[in-house]
């Protein structure tokens, strides 16, 4: 019994494990700051100006079980005059899901880092994922997802703006 390990189809499973591993922590090697690349535009903006991006799509490794989580980001910010280029969302939100991580820390993490560079009157970050490990072992548990969410500013103080951005994803 048992798995020959000299057969075609594993022959190199051990270099293809170990290059898929290197893509999924990626993120350890990437630089926040330089994937910004000084992105941040100056711009008119009004007190009520909302920047929504929704439906990034992240896929990242639980730190616990190596097992992949999966889901999307949802960002959104009121501009003091600054916006930032729209495809860096998806890259900052990339750098931190390309390494072993929770979910509770990949919002913190994203919404940190937006809120520093932005300096925005408010920002708000929403991460809906599923969990691989809640699925696949454990209890077993297909359909079900996890919410997160992390506010800065103005999402913080007035339940009106959370609400709108609620509103402009949908819910």
Request: hydrophobic share 40%; proline share 4%.
């Amino acid at each position: 019994c048992g798995e020959d390990p000299n057969r075609e189809g594993l022959l190199k499973t051990p270099e293809r494990f170990a290059k898929a591993m290197t893509g999924f922590v990626s993120g350890y090697s990437m630089d926040v700051e330089q994937v910004l690349n000084d992105a941040l535009f100056e711009v008119e903006t009004q007190d009520s100006d909302m920047v929504v991006v929704k439906d990034i799509d992240i896929f990242s490794l639980c730190e616990h079980h190596l097992v992949p989580f999966y889901g999307k980001v949802h960002i959104g910010y009121l501009p003091t005059g600054k916006v930032l280029g729209l495809s860096k969302f998806a890259r900052v939100s990339e750098v931190f899901a390309r390494r072993l991580q929770v979910q509770e820390r990949l919002t913190r993490e994203i919404a940190e880092t937006l809120n520093r560079v932005l300096q925005p009157k408010g920002l708000v970050v929403m991460i809906e994922a599923t969990h691989m490990c809640m699925v696949m072992r454990g209890v077993n548990k297909p359909g079900s997802s996890t919410s997160t969410i992390c506010k800065f500013g103005c999402f913080k103080d007035d339940s009106s703006k959370l609400n709108e951005f609620h509103r402009l994803l949908g819910r």
